[in-house]
């Protein structure tokens, strides 16, 4: 039976709305990032390629638990959110794959065709690979935003033939209609975030043309995500239109068909993805869905939650992720340190 339930999240003082949430999460103080044990270039099968980064703790060992995480739009291995769950999960004795979507942190230039919001094929095969390389060991998948949804698309894709060391999957703030939340941006109070992520793809996508000169930069008749998409998503990737991409690309539809275990973040008072997708959405009875009142975009800067340090007391999100994962991951419960 799935579960839909309003957790009790306090944010953390003078960082109550929205916006503060979730900048706020992104520049809040950090832990160390953990030091990759191995880097690898991933080959796809169309011929682009992907840059991903394993730490291993000291303990690991062939069986051990891993997990993947899968960053949002504009992020990459060195988004906030990143290095922090790498470091709690590597810290519980848990490997760490941290994948760069296509174009993104080191793997710029790796890929010449351009990720988008349905690209599911690319963390199939990212897990696939991860499999492969550890085959004993069971598996958690956590996608945040953009990367959310690529998650849920991909396991909701794979139904009843989902493998069993799919163990868990978390996704935070996902955004499953595409349209809806292109939409929302469009008309929102933080309308200046859908100009800030046209520009950072649209710049991406000038400095990649140096490196392909095939590629044509369209020009822009409005700074909108809806706008490059069309001009150049869109033909890029195939689809018919961009409603076309953004149904095919939208986890929604996908949803009840997910036969992992699941748990599914989101903020009602999110900026960035459309929030009212979430009360009233179907999901599998394997899926777990917590609203919470405020968090923002990937924020949830709360009060006196459990860390390694001060700054980490106040990851909310963090604490609930990696206490949700250990628990379906090990099969004593909970297993130890580095």
Not at 88 to 117: D, I, T, Y
Not at 203 to 218: G, T
Not at 271 to 300: N, Q
Request: aromatic content about 10%.
């Amino acid at each position: 039976m799935s579960t839909k339930k309003h957790a009790h999240f306090v944010p953390l003082w003078g960082f109550s709305g929205p916006l503060a949430q979730t900048i706020g999460g992104f520049y809040w103080p950090r832990p160390a990032d953990v030091r990759p044990t191995s880097n690898h270039r991933l080959a796809l099968r169309d011929g682009d390629r992907l840059m991903l980064h394993e730490s291993r703790p000291h303990s690991w060992q062939a069986g051990d638990p891993m997990v993947l995480l899968i960053h949002g739009m504009a992020g990459s291995w060195q988004s906030s959110y990143m290095i922090r769950l790498c470091r709690r999960f590597w810290e519980r004795g848990v490997l760490v794959v941290r994948m760069n979507q296509r174009g993104s942190g080191p793997g710029f230039g790796l890929a010449r065709k351009p990720g988008h919001c349905g690209r599911s094929d690319d963390v199939r095969q990212v897990v696939a690979w991860m499999e492969k390389r550890h085959p004993a060991s069971p598996q958690g998948i956590i996608g945040i935003s953009m990367g959310g949804n690529l998650s849920l698309k991909m396991c909701g894709e794979a139904g009843n033939n989902a493998p069993e060391h799919w163990r868990a999957l978390v996704a935070v703030s996902p955004p499953i209609d595409i349209q809806a939340t292109v939409s929302y941006l469009r008309r929102s109070l933080f309308r200046h975030l859908n100009w800030y992520f046209t520009f950072r793809l649209y710049n991406d996508l000038r400095k990649l043309s140096q490196l392909y000169p095939e590629i044509i930069v369209p020009k822009l008749q409005r700074w909108t995500l809806e706008e490059f998409d069309r001009r150049y998503t869109v033909p890029q990737c195939g689809f018919v239109s961009t409603a076309d991409y953004y149904r095919s690309a939208s986890s929604k539809s996908v949803l009840t068909q997910i036969t992992v275990p699941t748990l599914i973040l989101m903020a009602l008072d999110d900026p960035i993805v459309y929030p009212e997708d979430f009360r009233e959405v179907a999901v599998s009875p394997s899926t777990e869905v917590i609203l919470t009142e405020k968090g923002g975009h990937v924020g949830f800067l709360g009060q006196n939650h459990r860390g390694s340090s001060s700054g980490e007391r106040q990851r909310w999100m963090d604490t609930l992720i990696v206490e949700w994962v250990l628990k379906r991951l090990w099969r004593d419960g909970a297993r130890g340190q580095t």
